[in-house]
């Protein structure tokens, strides 16, 4: 590996257009889950970058594309921004460039190419996908980055389709097996149980004078994938996972409207708010539901926690 270790991060091409003699390969996506099929475009990006010795970049997008089109009615997010930049930091990235999508949605292909690519991060080599669009318009393919190539000194290669069990692996799939709580097909498809980070917030505290106190999590997205009750592990606290019971939803017993990430972590009393943690979902137990009162509420929750250890114990 011929490049620094620690990824780079840039939100502007102001801070890449410095003097450089670095020559860079270079992947354009909104990569969202950073999936196996995501993986293996990345994979190929470190292979054709250390036979030249050049840096690895990731050019990606915030807001992401779909969220920008339809703001009220996006896509479900599987990662936010923080957990797609530690994804990619653990995957043989240099360098993880993200300028708002504004900022490059009307360029003509042949700008994008010209300035983005070529002026502003001295490519030597673009890896994509083998459905890749892009500039305005989506109007760019990779075919005119490989015209565009013959005449600027850059090579592409196109990354065949990853296909697991007969289907296709994409976002879109992954989150269709989160929407049903199909979480086995959506972690064959991630490479990785599915789950969320973020900070501890403090809350109302009603779970706790229920006996059940919980870490709240806030989701940071404008849709959430999943959606009820799930056996969870959560990492960040301790060197080993902790077990618990999370909950995704509303909270309409309480009269919740704001979708919140919470989790009761089994034999565990630790003042955690403010502490980074991530939730792993391992399966769905049930979906949420609204209760008359608190006390058939609460009976549920003790049930729930008894189907979470069961299922966690396997």
């Known amino acids: 590996m011929c490049a620094d270790s620690i990824m780079q991060f840039y939100r502007h091409l102001s801070h890449l257009k410095k003097p450089t003699a670095k020559i860079r390969a270079v992947t354009v996506g909104a990569y969202d889950g950073i999936h196996i099929g995501h993986q293996e475009i990345f994979r190929q990006l470190r292979a054709q970058a250390d036979q030249v010795c050049a840096s690895t ?3 990606s997008f915030e807001p992401m594309p779909r969220e920008f ?20 930091s ?6 993880f460039f993200c300028p708002r999508f504004a900022s490059l949605r009307d360029l003509s292909p042949e700008a994008f190419i010209g300035d983005i690519l070529v002026a502003g991060l001295n490519v ?25 190539g013959a005449v600027h000194g850059f090579v592409v290669t196109e990354v065949p389709a990853v296909y697991q069990e007969g289907r296709r692996v994409s976002s879109t799939v992954i989150r269709e097996a989160l929407r049903v709580g199909d979480l086995k097909t959506a972690g064959v498809m991630l ?13 109302i505290g009603l779970g706790k004078q229920l006996g059940f106190p919980t870490a709240n999590v806030n989701l940071n997205r404008r ?21 618990g ?7 309409p017993t309480v009269g919740g409207v704001v979708p919140l990430l919470e989790v009761f972590i089994f034999d565990f009393d630790e003042d955690i708010y403010g502490k980074y943690i991530t939730v792993h979902f391992v399966e769905r137990l049930r979906e949420e539901r609204k209760y008359s009162d608190l006390a058939t509420m609460t009976t549920q929750m003790h049930k729930d926690v008894a189907d979470a250890r069961a299922a966690l114990a396997t």
């Open 69 to 88: 089109f339809s703001p009220d009615k996006p896509a479900a997010r599987l990662t936010r921004f923080r957990e797609r930049y530690e994804l990619l």
């Open 124 to 148: 030597c080599h673009v890896v994509v996908g083998h459905d890749f669009r892009f500039a305005a318009k989506r109007l760019g393919t990779p075919d005119d980055l490989k015209a565009a």
């Open 57 to 59: 970049v990731v050019l």
């Open 223 to 243: 849709r959430t994938p999943v959606d009820g009750i799930f056996a969870a592990r959560v990492t960040g606290l301790a060197g080993e996972p902790l077990d």
């Open 90 to 95: 653990t995957l043989g990235v240099d360098e």
């Open 245 to 251: 019971v999370a909950s995704v939803g509303t909270r």
């Open 191 to 203: 490479g990785r149980e599915y789950s969320m980070s973020g900070r501890v917030v403090r809350g």
